[in-house]
């Protein structure tokens, strides 16, 4: 607010971590900006109906009365209305009409979640054309910008080192300084595993462990089964997920939580498995209900346990009592990511902590180790010689490859889930992983030493419990008597357990280290001798097993 006052620019971009309190910043300012007589009327433009609504009711707390209904073509509002809220798409619709009342008044315009005057060319260019008059513009985001070549409007950009051109921001307040100031809840992410089998479009069935290295194509496969509602691994991770919620809410009593489902009928089938979990009916939430912002709104005053979503539950819907979540959803972008955790973030008190329930699929488990990354929007590359002709082409490829173009092409496709089982996977908190260290099963004291951690505790105190639940672990497994599965299974059988078990821990490793597969297993074979993976000995597969299981640990401690 001071740089603000300080600047006094005619555009302002503030990035700031979701929970950090962005609305009552732009508030603030503008009722300062009222009383100073700067400007006459607001202007909020937010990215869904919904946020028009909750803009509305915090202007009211704040003494700035704010129509969410009007329309381009409705022309006047009500005289006892200080302010508008409108959605992007409908800036597009009449970009002219909000003009024409922009050029009328002095008027501050108020950018939420700015990165969606991207979203569509007309979107940009409709936001552009409407408030180009505007007396000053106040930009907000809390998600990560994207890579693309449409500069979002009112954005300053400046090139890098490298000479590309990235958005410049006014302020930054992002979660790893949120989380030292103690405005946002530390994050637990419960990433789960388990054996997946399905049956392709040709026929053939395909058995695969969720979180190893696999193709594209098999981790989507793999991923889909997983969510399955009527397999086992859904079943197992919502009891956990719901017994972890019983553990905050001795704590934390109206504590809520949430899961964000692929599509209705999903959505539908894990309220009904809920609701024998929990004994308690959850609220399901559909984005093409009418209703849909008042069953939040209702959720959010009340004190039940889960509430099933189908993407409505994105960035800036504020419930900020939920602190358990279930991602159960195909979509996997950094920015919808970011989206969906900042809903958990938002602290009401010291201590409270936050806990998302994930599959072990790469790209999340990248995510949530980076949750203290922040991006800013990078306009294309620059071309500095013939061979760059084709830089913009070879991005747009690069993107496509790297995007969800190939999973979303296969949820057309003719596929029968057989059956998961979900297994305990891993703990990542604060950049580094807990308890991945063997398989643990659900429903295990070994689980529930995860599950039970107290609701209440300071960043610091859940770094030192998960440290010394991990050393508990492995100090009790060292001390355990192997079993001789020698006698029960075949070699052939075996040597497949042993080296998926070192992938799945190499893999593991890479997730935390950075270091590359390759480079690990060469650096086992080193420390204890033998050849590849794929022709070495039982004995010196476990010799491997047991080295990197040392490294985790003294990587820990």
């Known amino acids: 607010m001071t740089q603000y006052v300080e600047q006094s620019s005619r555009d302002f971009l503030a990035v700031a971590t979701p929970g950090a309190g962005k609305t009552t910043f732009a508030l603030t300012v503008a009722a300062e900006l009222l009383g100073r007589r700067i400007v006459d009327r607001i202007t909020v433009v937010a990215p869904t109906e919904h946020l028009k609504v909750q803009w509305a ?25 200080v302010g508008i809220a409108v959605t992007y798409a409908g800036v597009a619709v009449n970009p002219l009409a909000m003009r024409i009342r922009t050029e009328n008044f002095k008027t501050l315009v108020i950018l939420d979640e700015v990165h ?81 089998s399905w049956r392709t479009r040709a026929g053939d069935e395909v058995a695969a462990r969720l979180g190893e290295p ?22 197992a991770v919502l009891a956990a997920a719901d017994r972890r919620l019983s553990e905050v809410r001795r704590h934390v009593p109206d504590a809520g939580g949430l899961v964000i489902a692929t599509d209705q009928d999903s959505a539908r089938a894990y309220a009904a498995l809920l609701k024998k979990i929990a004994g308690e009916a959850p609220t399901v939430v559909l984005s093409d209900e009418k209703a849909a912002s008042k ?14 979503a189908v993407r409505m539950v994105s960035e800036g819907v504020d419930v900020p009592r939920l602190a358990v979540g279930v991602w159960a959803t195909t979509t996997g972008t950094p920015l919808f990511f ?24 790469p790209h999340l488990l990248a995510y949530a180790s980076e949750m203290e990354v922040e991006r800013d929007h990078v306009l294309g590359r620059r071309i500095t010689d013939e061979d760059d002709i084709f830089a913009a082409e070879r991005d747009l490829l690069a993107q496509a490859e790297a995007g969800e173009g190939a999973s979303d092409e296969l949820d057309g496709l003719p596929f029968e889930a057989l059956g998961s089982t979900a297994s305990f996977d891993r703990v990542l908190y604060d950049g580094g992983e807990f308890g991945h260290a063997g398989e643990v099963h659900v429903g295990s004291e070994e689980e529930m030493d995860f599950l039970g951690i107290p609701g209440l505790l300071e960043p610091d105190q859940v770094r030192e419990l998960l440290h010394s639940r991990q050393s508990e672990r492995a100090a009790r497994q060292r001390a ?37 597969h390759g480079v ?38």
Request: net charge positive; hydrophobic share 40%.
């Open 57 to 81: 009711e915090a202007g009211a707390r704040a003494g700035i009365p704010i129509d969410p209904t009007y329309a381009a073509g409705k022309g006047k509002t009500s005289g006892d209305y």
């Open 116 to 196: 969606h005057a991207g979203d569509a060319l007309s979107w940009g260019e409709g936001v552009r054309e409407a408030f180009q008059p505007a007396t000053r513009r106040l930009a907000l985001t809390g998600t990560p910008f994207r890579s693309d070549v449409n500069p979002i409007p009112f954005v300053t950009y400046a090139p890098g080192p490298d000479g590309i051109p990235r958005s410049a921001a006014d302020f930054t307040y992002g979660y790893a300084h949120a989380l030292a100031d103690k405005v946002v809840r530390p994050v637990l992410f419960m990433a789960y595993s388990g054996e997946m």
């Open 214 to 235: 696999l193709t594209k194509d098999m981790t989507a496969h793999a991923l889909r089964t997983a969510l399955d509602p009527g397999g086992s691994w859904m079943p």
């Open 295 to 308: 069953k939040i709104g209702a959720f959010t005053e009340s004190t039940a346990r889960w509430m099933v």
């Open 338 to 361: 970011a989206q969906a955790v900042g809903r958990f973030v938002r602290a009401r008190g010291r201590g409270e902590t936050a806990s998302v329930f994930l599959p072990s699929v």
């Open 480 to 516: 355990a008597p192997q079993p001789d599965t020698v006698a029960e299974v075949s070699t052939y059988e075996q040597l497949a357990v042993l080296r998926r078990e070192l992938n799945g821990l190499v893999a593991a490793w890479f997730h935390r280290t950075g270091q590359p």
């Open 520 to 557: 690990t297993h060469a650096a086992l074979r080193k420390q204890c001798g033998g050849p590849a993976a794929a022709v070495a000995t039982a004995d010196q597969l476990h010799a491997r097993i047991g080295a990197l299981r040392d490294w985790a640990i003294r990587k820990t401690s």
